[in-house]
């Protein structure tokens, strides 16, 4: 039996890889590229206009980037659970050291230094330390397993301070408030007690409100949210402005006049422009898509026995929801303002990467082995898997 071209019978990489990997994911995540791709064309023109840039200059990016996108994905899918391991350890050490960069000779953009600037290309340090340090605590953790001298926990602890350290430093409150959540999931599920869970979110509110406190900000995000009458919110209003013009149908592709002022039309509220353009409906939609996504990932995960792939896959899924529920939830102002990108959809290189980071690693981590060959195994994917 043959699918697009691999036999069960073939040995070769791809087939191996097209016989393991989780399809209906797969499928779900390209369909997301698509859409992304053609939303970017739809939302971003108005903001390269305002620009006095090319009408097409980030959609062509995108493409790019996009392309990039699903290049990474098969790539890290294919790699057996040892090397994606690897490869965590490693992009995590290197996001740190970018990270010390960016503190250091990075440009300060709107009261941050968050990136740093590589001919024409921005890059974000923290959007690749998320994936790789949620691997890296999962190896940590699952060492503590097998051998219980080994401290996994208290060097997670310590990882998980020195990367929230360097968030608020940046500032980036935003990613320091995900990757806190994610991290104490991850935590409860190594088996850490009740009592330092309520300890450690104990710490996390007390955090929030040093933010709040101490940086401007935080403050005044948090103060806009809580009374909008305190200061401008601008891009919340536009983006209801833009929901409520869309209603169940929208006003149809290119259509949408919100965009035309909405600064960020095509990053942080693209969700807000498609549902002006196509309708509450096609909203409801695209969120049962990122749902596929999760809810496939977190299936794989029911009968797993390998502590490393459940605590590692399952942190990569909070992380791919947990983002996208953020996003959403700034659109519709159920949340303060934050930069986080909708997966897949918003335009942005760093994010759309370490995106297809995060993807590819969960496909590898929730591979199968969907059929038994009789003949030799050369690649050793039984073994890895």
Known sequence: MTAFGFGRTDNSLL?????????????????????????????S??????????????????????????????????????????L???????????????????????????????????????????????????WLLSVEFSDKSFPGKKVAFGLFA??????????????????????????????????????????????????????????NRIDRFINPESGDTYQTDKALQAMENGGLLGQGPGSGTVKLNLPDAHTDYIYAVIGEEFGAIACVMLLILFAGIVVRGLAHLLKEEDPFKMLAASALIMQFGLQTLINVGVNLALLPSKGMTLPFVSYGGSSMLALAINVGMILALTRRNRFINPGKDPLGWKAAE
């Open 15 to 43: 087939t191996r890889w097209w016989w393991t990997v989780d399809r209906w994911m797969l499928s779900f995540v390209f369909i997301l590229i698509v859409a992304g791709m053609w939303l970017t064309m739809t939302a």
């Open 45 to 86: 023109p108005a903001v390269a206009d305002r620009l006095d840039l090319d009408l097409m200059h980030f959609a062509k990016r995108q493409a790019m980037f996009l392309t990039l996108g699903m290049m990474v994905i098969v790539s890290i899918s294919v790699m057996p659970v040892l090397l994606v391991r690897r």
């Open 88 to 138: 965590a350890v490693i992009g995590f050490v290197g996001s740190l050291v970018l990270m010390v960069a960016t503190l250091t000779i990075g440009p300060e953009i709107k009261g941050a230094t968050r990136w740093l600037q590589i001919g024409t290309f921005t890059l974000q340090p923290s959007e690749f330390l998320k994936p790789f340090f949620f691997v890296t605590v999962a």
């Open 162 to 219: 020195l990367c929230a350290f360097m968030l608020v430093r940046q500032p980036d409150f935003g990613q320091t408030v995900l990757i806190s959540a994610v991290w104490m999931a991850q935590m409860a599920l190594a088996g850490l007690p009740m009592m330092w869970l309520i300890f450690a979110g104990t710490v996390g509110l007390f955090g929030v409100g040093l933010g709040y406190a101490f940086l401007p900000h935080v403050t």
